[in-house]
């Protein structure tokens, strides 16, 4: 989601605007989004935040690597042990010491040594390039098929290594202090990663907005019903809450209201209990039964605008009071 899909009420009131006034797209998207502010921020599991906004800049604590690490399966060796090498003049350094990922290596290369290493292990200390295995007597199939590479006390080095070759500095990836992902960043797969790498299994994040979704009309059914003459299945309200689960927000799909004040207005307070967003859809136009207009006189503040759009040119953008005092805009469409 963007930020103004983390907004939620305010107390400004909406201006009225008559019938007859035609607004651009543009004009009606700034004045709704007036009426919103920044919803509360929250701390979410790390997967569970997939497709929120970041409220808080996630500055890193440590170097991603932490540790000078090697890039290849291969030999840590002094790239000046191994000028001249070449296949047709190899040289042959004394293996002091074998070195898996996530191990220390306890103790020093010293000139003509070398330590078998696997990807991602710290380098040892002296050490500084790697060769890969590829480039020793390692290619292809084992020296011999019972041999412990792991316990071999020498080597084959048949091509020269420059100094840093095949590491990756601490660092190299992200810095300590650095700021990592800024707020407003929204939450996807990469930037699940990213929070991971840095050991982090919650986020701060703006909570989901609910929007409460409404269909009215005596015509509809929900899908799932027996089919009936003069009838129509409801599928404003299920585009609408799919359109809001894919933004990151938590649709509320409401029972649909006939075309009775009383109905309608029942089902708008079931609304408001809980939604940051109230949506209608149907009954904002000028028929003898589009009653969302009168429920919204008589419940809330509302102004209907003319939009400069076809389809879709009768808007209905406003606030309802909810029953624990906060004002939940309105937004009902033809």
């Known amino acids: 989601m963007t ?29 709704i989004l007036q009426q919103f502010a920044r919803l509360d921020l929250i ?31 291969g030999y840590a060796v002094r790239a000046a042990d191994t000028t001249g090498a070449t296949y047709d003049t190899p040289l042959q350094l004394n293996v002091i010491g074998y ?50 590479l792991s316990t071999r006390t020498s080597v084959r080095i ?15 990836d992200i810095r300590d202090g650095q700021t990592v992902l800024p707020a407003g960043t929204i939450i996807g797969p990469a930037q ?19 929007v409460a979704i409404l269909s009215t009309g005596d015509e509809l059914l929900r899908p799932g019903q ?11 309200a299920f585009s609408l809450a799919a359109q809001v689960q894919s933004f990151g927000g938590i649709p509320r799909v409401l029972d649909v209201a006939r075309d009775t004040v009383e109905a309608l207005t029942t089902r708008i307070h079931e609304g408001l209990a809980d939604a940051d967003l109230l949506v ?19 419940e809330g503040q509302v102004g209907f605008w003319t939009v400069k759009m076809k389809p879709g040119k009768p ?6 009071s909810a029953a624990d005092g906060r004002l939940v805009p309105h937004l009902g469409l033809p």
């Open 226 to 236: 027996l089919l009936q003459p003069g009838k129509i299945y409801d599928s404003n």
């Open 280 to 298: 209608t859809s149907a009954g904002v136009s000028r028929g003898d039964f589009d009653v969302v207009k009168t429920v919204l006189a008589n």
């Open 158 to 172: 048949d091509v020269a290594a420059n100094p840093g070759a095949n590491i990756r500095d601490a660092g190299e």
């Open 315 to 320: 808007l209905a953008f406003g606030t309802f």
């Open 99 to 148: 070195l898996p990922a996530g191990e220390i290596f306890d103790g020093t290369v010293a000139p003509g040594q070398a330590v078998r290493i696997m990807t991602g292990a710290p380098i040892p200390p002296g050490a500084d390039s790697v060769v890969p295995f590829e480039e020793t007597d390692e290619y292809g199939p084992s020296p011999t098929s019972d041999e412990d």
């Open 43 to 73: 701390d979410h599991a790390l997967l569970d935040s997939v497709g929120q906004v970041i409220a808080t800049n996630i500055i890193a604590t440590f170097n991603i690597p932490p540790l000078a690490n090697t890039a290849m399966d």
């Open 192 to 210: 699940i990663g990213v929070l991971a790498s840095l050991g982090l299994d919650r986020v701060p994040v703006y909570r989901r907005p609910v």
């Open 3 to 31: 930020d103004e899909h983390t907004y939620s009420s305010s107390t400004t009131n909406t201006r009225s605007i008559l019938p007859a006034d035609m607004i651009s797209v543009e004009d009606a998207r700034t004045r």
